[in-house]
């Protein structure tokens, strides 16, 4: 009997690297994935190479790949060797619906779900297409859609006494809202927005198409309303500070001309959303997709067919996720008591003198 066993091990064994050596013969092709995760605990996107304490969604991702047999192993520790290129570099705690890596894997039989059984359950690889040799899903998007899940008491006005299950939002507050909402629409200068660039950084001009908050629904007896904003590219921290911006004109912290003035060059103290809800929903590829998304070789990167299933995700790991979060850390509510720390009204330089001044009269 133990002989039965030991053969039976052999031959699974056998079999192994029988498969292994398959894996190794096939050519590798280049592609993208379409994955969604909920970034719940995880320091981000992108993998910090030898910074172990701080777990990625990458991190996940490329053990998968490994495991898998796409990648042979030494491309996980370095992934140029597999042109591994990520759509959108997520924040701490940022989660995604339609997120697009490029990379070249060995086409394995089965690969998604292959690919899937090595991953958690918030992380899914949804979709896979063949792209291009040179494509790159950064360099070749276009834009890019997130959304803001937000309960929709973070608007009420900062005199007035809210209970925040009982809280239902106005019509006029939500029209006061898109109408705040779609002045960053066009090209502005978003260098207040985010800690990395100076006023006179070309690189600080974004182009947002467009942001808008949708019609508030009841979640577990809590309302919430989502913003969508579609831009060319962000930067770090730029839609929840965009989004922080208006919720503190809405309150009544901030005037409105302040949305003006932080397009300027001075420096202005722009308060910056929790992470908690914001999630990346799409990226676009129009410009390739009308180049060769129609050439016989190639699928355009549209996800169509894959809809039901993202869909089906957000209602399983992200929505509840945002939600029970919210009601458990009160992540938004304890972020709208620190909005009366601000300075709306004057300037980094003001501030800074008015500091020394204050430090001289001691």
Not at 312 to 335: D, G, L
Request: glycine share 6%; aromatic share 8%.
């Amino acid at each position: 009997e133990e002989n039965g066993h030991q053969n039976k091990r052999l031959k699974s064994d056998a079999d192994e690297e029988d498969a292994e050596d398959q894996n190794k013969k096939l050519p590798k092709r280049k592609i993208v994935l379409l994955m969604a995760y909920s970034g719940k605990g995880y320091h981000g996107m992108q993998r910090n190479v030898g910074s172990s304490q701080f777990k990625t969604i990458e991190d996940d991702l490329v053990s998968a790949l490994v495991q898998s047999g796409c990648i042979p192993e030494n491309h996980g520790e370095d992934m140029k060797k597999m042109s591994f290129q990520r759509c959108a570099r997520t924040d701490k705690g940022v989660s995604a619906a339609g997120q697009i890596v490029s990379l070249k894997v060995r086409l394995i039989d089965d690969i998604l779900e292959k690919i899937n059984n090595h991953l958690p359950s918030h992380i899914r690889i949804l979709g896979l297409k063949r792209v291009t040799g040179g494509f790159n899903s950064k360099n070749k998007c276009d834009a890019r859609t997130y959304s803001y899940m937000l309960p929709t008491f973070a608007f009420a006005h900062k005199d007035q006494d809210v209970q925040e299950e009982l809280y239902r939002l106005d019509r006029e507050t939500l029209e006061r809202v898109n109408k705040l909402l779609a002045c960053y629409k066009g090209t502005h200068n978003f260098h207040n927005f985010t800690s990395q660039k100076g006023p006179r950084d070309p690189s600080a001009k974004r182009y947002i198409m467009e942001m808008y908050c949708g019609e508030p629904f009841v979640r577990d007896s809590m309302e919430f309303a989502v913003i969508k904003v579609k831009g060319q590219s962000f930067m770090m921290h730029q839609i929840r500070k965009m989004i922080g911006l208006v919720i503190a004109v809405v309150k009544g912290y901030a005037a409105e001309s302040i949305m003006e003035r932080s397009w300027g060059e001075e420096k202005v103290d722009v308060p910056k959303a929790p992470g908690l809800g914001l999630v990346l929903e799409k990226v676009h590829f129009e410009k390739y997709n009308r180049r060769f998304g129609n050439d016989g070789l190639h699928e355009p990167l549209e996800w169509t067919e894959e809809e039901e299933k993202i869909a089906v995700f957000k209602e399983q790991y992200i929505y509840p996720t945002i939600i029970n979060t919210e009601r458990e850390e009160k992540s938004m509510a304890n972020w709208l008591n620190t909005l009366s720390i601000h300075d709306f009204n004057s300037s980094a330089v003001e501030m800074q003198t008015n500091n020394k001044n204050s430090k001289v009269n001691d």
